[in-house]
């Protein structure tokens, strides 16, 4: 069964930086696509970057330039670096996985995971 951990999250000022951390257990991260989302309060889950099978990325406009993923596959491990960060990337943040539907295929829908992470807080303010 998939297993989804998120750590990382935290207080931090504006301009500031923070590093998620997204532990996978319960099957090879090779053969996944990772993702992350965030869902601020009274707003729908959006999807936040995602990263393919190959190394392939895709950002949500709003991060892009700030926000980095990343993986470690001997460590089964996904990182979302976190820079430039902003009062409005304010929210829970979620780590996601599912099948590889090719090398190159990642998505940021959440209708395309399955397994799901509880979440870690993350809140921008001075």
């Known amino acids: 069964q998939l297993h989804v951990v998120e750590s990382g999250g935290g207080l931090v000022q504006p301009g500031g930086s923070l590093r998620l951390s997204c532990v996978v257990s319960?099957?090879?991260?090779?053969?996944?696509?990772t993702a992350w989302f965030r869902q601020a309060p009274g707003k729908e889950r959006e999807g936040v970057s995602c990263?393919?099978?190959?190394?392939?990325?895709n950002y949500a406009d709003s991060v892009k330039g700030r926000f980095t993923v990343s993986t470690d596959n001997a460590k089964n491990t996904v990182y979302l670096q976190m820079n430039s960060l902003k009062p409005e990337d304010t929210a829970i943040y979620y780590c996601?996985?599912?099948?590889?539907?090719?090398?190159?295929?990642?998505?940021?829908?959440?209708?395309?995971?399955?397994?799901w992470g509880q979440g870690t807080q993350v809140t921008v303010s001075s």
């Open positions: 319960g099957f090879t991260l090779n053969y996944y696509t």
């Open positions: 990263i393919s099978r190959s190394g392939s990325t």
């Open positions: 996601a996985a599912t099948v590889a539907l090719g090398s190159t295929w990642c998505s940021m829908d959440t209708r395309a995971f399955g397994s």
